[in-house]
């Protein structure tokens, strides 16, 4: 059985909302950052990180779990994150495998870890879908992985999907009405969007 740590993705540039930290966004009265971890934290057993560089601090009021910085330099993406979270997993009595999610992604499915963890089997890795897309950083990856993971991006590469392909991953599809739980925020648009939607559930 997987005992599972909680990723939350959070090294992003945030270029399409001014450069901030999308996460510190507030929506609906609460940060994105905390609406996520609201989320997750029920299904990780093992607790939750934050991939993000630079000063930890700025986090602090909002997540008290660990910050994790890229453990590579020159900003290789998210991939960087998942190793990150990975290595920092391997020094956790018992845990298995990093579910990793983006983290500007605030509605994000409450049987997530669930559904992906039985969907292992022949493959390794899990990843989550909706709407026929995939969503190669809503995932579910062993800690068997990450000494290829490094070399892999030592070697020059930086594609998630390229790295899932290397490996191979079950592929669990969600819905996306009444609305897709994998929705990004990624644009002034995209956060009136989503709290606009939040009005109409309440």
Known sequence: MALILGLILAGGLGRRMG???????????????SRIAARLRPQCPAGLALSANGDPSRFSSVFDGPVLPDSL???????A????????????????HVLSVPGDAPFLPGDLAA?????????????AASG????????????????????????????VGAFIARHGAAVEEWPIEPVDSFININTPEDLSRAEAWLRRRT
């Open 115 to 127: 559904r992906l963890a039985a969907s292992l089997g022949a493959s390794p890795i899990a990843m």
């Open 81 to 96: 994150g998942i190793l990150a979270g990975l290595e920092h997993a391997a020094g956790l009595p018992g845990v298995t």
């Open 73 to 79: 330099p020159g900003s290789l993406g998210p991939l």
């Open 19 to 33: 450069g901030v930290d999308k996460p510190l966004l507030p929506l609906g009265g609460a940060p994105i950052l």
């Open 132 to 159: 026929g897309r995939d969503h190669y950083t809503a995932a579910l990856w062993p800690l068997a992985l990450r000494d290829d993971l490094r070399a892999w991006l030592e070697a020059g590469e930086r594609r």
